[in-house]
């Protein structure tokens, strides 16, 4: 992938680049400013849409030898860039997009208008959106990586198990009644919440992991805060050691109980959407989708926490309590990124 991108930068100025989640593109990152700074002695910005972002990819680019000592290399939240303008002193020779499927925004424009000089690379899993733009405003070109099958038949990924509610069930019929459409032309959370937030919902969530991730750990993707409250409450109720993480857990506190995770004395992590981007914790063994959602990109983000490898793990297991295979496949079917790149294709 590295060799691909430096070749495109002799045609092409910024230059989009598609690996699935979990397949390591911090690292590619790690050594492409790498490169990038020992053949141009030039500064590298890495830019991010949100702040917790900002010190993963630090502490991975630390890893590399590019501390902030360095001065070299910038990690920045796009937020902070957009009211800090006036202070930058120094010009990039390249600046680097994470998740650059969130590109679009007027703030992201404002780099390529001020800096129209600088290398730029977006990196994502899923460069597409649900309102059928494409990205070729700001890109030039798109590189794209193996599928999620290849890296799964060649041992990066782990395989899984994908189980689902029916095309006839009450749950499935909830979900069809969804009318109404929020800013972003996905479900409305407002009415989502009305239809779903239910107990006798929420127990049938708990049965699909009793049923099928018994004594496993893993991640519930929940519709709203209330939601996933009441979710971690039923399954505590019943004995699973379960957390509900949102926007509103202090970013300390959601470290502890991450860590809590990762040690094995929580079982169940229900969100928010804060796992859908950057999260790393490679031995979630199930991931539940609680959540429908009109979104591709939300889909395979969202599944894709549950295909990083890891020590003692067969596979994983994928619970899709609200049918998202029927809209969008199966993680691992053919999809193509040439075309909704372009805005050829809507991302749902």
Not at 251 to 268: M, T, Y
Not at 315 to 336: E, K, Q, T, Y
């Amino acid at each position: 992938m590295k060799s691909r991108l430096f070749k495109e930068w002799e045609f092409h100025q910024s230059v989009m680049v598609q690996m699935p989640t979990g397949t390591g593109k911090t690292h590619l990152l790690a050594a492409v400013v790498r490169e990038f700074l020992h053949r141009s002695g030039t500064c590298v910005w890495i830019v991010a849409h949100r702040r917790e972002l900002v010190q993963q990819i630090e502490e991975t680019v630390a890893r590399y030898g590019m501390g902030k000592e360095s001065g070299t290399v910038k990690v920045l939240s796009i937020q902070w860039l957009s009211r800090n303008w006036k202070n930058m002193e120094e010009s990039p020779g390249l600046i680097v997009i994470d998740e650059a499927h969130h590109a679009l925004a007027e703030t992201y424009k404002e780099l390529w208008k001020r800096y129209p000089e600088a290398r730029k690379l977006g990196m994502t899993a899923t460069p597409c959106r649900l309102n059928g733009k494409g990205f070729t405003d700001l890109f030039d070109t798109l590189i794209t990586s193996w599928s999620i099958a290849e890296f799964i038949g060649k041992g990066w990924l782990s395989a899984f198990d994908y189980v689902s509610i029916r095309a006839d069930s009450r749950e499935q019929r909830m979900i069809n009644s969804l009318k109404k459409r929020g800013a972003d032309g996905d479900y409305q959370v407002k009415e989502m919440n009305e239809v779903l937030n239910r107990q006798v919902s929420i127990r049938r969530l708990y049965e699909s992991v009793e049923k099928y991730a018994n004594g496993k750990k893993g991640i519930v993707y929940a519709v709203s805060i209330a939601h996933a409250r009441q979710i971690a409450a039923c399954y505590s109720a019943h004995g699973v050691e379960a957390v509900a993480i949102d926007s509103k857990t202090p970013a300390s506190e959601r470290r502890e109980l991450v860590e809590g995770f990762k040690q094995g004395r929580i079982r169940v992590l229900v969100n928010v959407d804060i796992f859908s981007e950057g999260f790393d914790c490679p031995d979630v063994e199930f991931v539940q989708l609680a959540r429908p959602t009109l979104s591709l990109a939300k889909y395979l983000q969202q599944v894709g926490r549950g295909l990083r490898k890891s020590g003692d793990k067969e596979s994983c297991m994928l619970i899709d309590n609200v049918g998202l295979h029927r809209i969008f496949g199966l993680p691992v079917r053919d999809r193509d990124w040439e075309v909704m790149f372009e805005g050829r294709m809507m991302g749902n």
